[in-house]
């Protein structure tokens, strides 16, 4: 029975050895050297051989379009985390979410070590509410396990209608077991520019992007006029996933006034592209601190890098995610594609940040600095404040009593409307935020340097 299949499998094995030796004279009639074209006409061949194997010895009847889709889209699992073989379906989902409106969690993901890793939830979206973080590995979407799974894969069954519930089950560093974390979809509206003062620091301009959507550079634009008194910059890239290229090189542009910010290079010479800096326009005197994390990826790693290369800002965080790749959509006949990753991004230095990310010039880890109040040295109103608490602890009398109550509680109102606005960020904020801290410390530090200049 066996030899009779084999008999089968030979001859027909015929045809499809003819076409891979078609490939194989067209490969060879592209190579220089006769040994490449016949390692690939071997290539082809055994290819054609197992997939004929398959068909006539597996145990169940198979559907060779399916073999091969399912060949495609592990070969192009297996060329890098980005690339992909999009089927019928999944092209045409592309073309939905990119046309259409839909509903999402408001993160972005990669793969990490064969893992689908949150890159970044973004500010005021669904998922930022719930709880997910930067570094989260998403072990589960629902009741379906992400090993195995591709990023477009996990994308599709994250986004939704807007108003459905998702679960998400998560491994965090530092937990014991894995969180489940119900998530809303809802449509994500953002803003991608945050500016903020920082109270008692007058002249530092404290600037959080979410993302880089098209508004970025004009937003910071807009900013700067609103403060002309600026002179030191707070650049928060923390947890930013990415976005358009242009909006980077342009944020670039403004603080550079000339070379190449990034350039991008492809195997392809029509892929080697450089976008350059212009001398119009430009700031090369206000002090920079920027600041970084493993959330923040893509545009804002060719941000923080240029300026890095550049020396024009001081990078200051934890080291960045590591995605500089350039992927396009290729389509096969009218229902297929592939997303092919074609090029990588280069820093001006010449360094990819493709797996490597950018390292901060000062390394600062998350986490609080102990912020405590000396009576001694409390201003005038606060000193007032505290006293009038004293006094009340030993004072029975309900007139002072009653007064004293009053006046913490306007305090508090006045203190929670500080904190929760969105122009200011208080003195007790900061200490909440060791890398910000860390980051005004050494802005200010600079601020004088060039002080010192003048």
């Known amino acids: 029975m066996i030899q009779k ?37 071997e290539a082809y061949i055994k290819f054609t051989q197992i997939l004929n194997i398959i068909e006539h010895e597996y145990v ?14 592990g070969l192009m699992t297996n060329l890098d985390a980005h690339s992909a073989y999009m089927d019928k379906k999944s092209y045409k989902d592309l073309t939905v979410q990119t046309k259409g409106e839909f509903g999402g969690l408001g993160i972005s993901v990669g793969m990490k070590e064969g893992a689908l890793t949150v890159i970044a939830p973004i500010e005021g979206t669904p998922a930022m509410k719930a709880g997910v973080k930067a570094g989260d590995i998403i072990l589960k979407i629902d009741d379906k396990v992400t090993l195995g799974m591709n990023i477009d894969e996990a994308v599709k069954l994250m986004r939704g209608k807007p108003g459905t519930d998702i679960v998400l089950t998560v491994v965090r ?17 953002i803003d991608s520019v945050y500016p903020k003062t920082i109270e008692g620091e007058k002249g530092i301009l404290y600037l959080h992007i979410s993302s880089f959507d098209q508004k970025v ?8 006029a609103d403060h002309n008194d ?6 928060d890239l923390r947890n930013n996933p990415g976005g358009l290229l242009d909006q980077a090189t342009g944020l670039v542009d403004m603080f550079v ?9 492809g195997r392809d010479s029509k892929e080697n592209i450089e976008y350059k800096a212009h001398a119009e326009n430009t700031d ?5 601190v920027t600041l970084v994390n493993g959330g923040s990826a893509s545009a804002s790693e060719i941000v923080s890098g240029a300026l890095q290369d550049f020396n024009r800002s001081v990078i200051v965080g934890e080291k960045t995610f590591g995605k500089g790749s350039v992927q396009i959509v290729i389509p096969v006949g009218k229902e297929e594609a592939l997303k092919l990753t074609i090029a990588r991004y280069y820093l001006p230095s010449g360094r990819t940040i493709q797996n490597k990310g950018v390292t901060p010039d000062i390394i600062v880890h998350p986490g609080k600095i102990k912020y405590v109040k000396d009576a001694m040295f409390l201003k005038e109103k606060d000193l007032k404040e505290h006293l009038k608490t004293e006094l009340a ?16 509680t306007v305090t508090s109102k006045e203190n929670n409307n500080t904190i929760g606005g969105p122009k200011v960020i208080t003195e007790k904020m900061l200490y909440e935020d060791a890398q910000l801290k860390s980051g005004v410390d050494i802005l200010k530090a600079l601020i004088i340097t060039q002080k010192g200049k003048q």
Request: proline share 4%; with cysteine; hydrophobic share 35%.
């Open 230 to 235: 600026t002179k030191g910059i707070i650049l």
């Open 217 to 224: 550079v004009k937003s910071v634009q807009k900013a700067l």
């Open 173 to 189: 560093k530092n937990e014991p077991k894995p969180l489940k974390i119900k998530i809303t979809r809802d449509i994500i509206k």
């Open 284 to 288: 090369t005197k206000t002090p920079i």
């Open 60 to 73: 169940d009847d198979v559907n060779t379009t399916t073999l091969i889709d399912k060949a495609l889209k």
């Open 257 to 265: 006034p000339k070379g190449v910010i990034v350039s991008q290079r």
């Open 5 to 41: 299949s084999r008999k089968i499998i030979a001859a027909g094995l015929f045809s499809t050895l003819t076409a891979a030796y078609l490939f194989g004279s067209f490969a060879q009639a592209k190579e220089s050297g006769e040994s490449s074209a016949k390692t690939k006409l």
């Open 393 to 408: 602890k030993i004072d029975d009398n309900a007139t002072a009593k009653q007064q004293c109550e009053t006046n913490t």
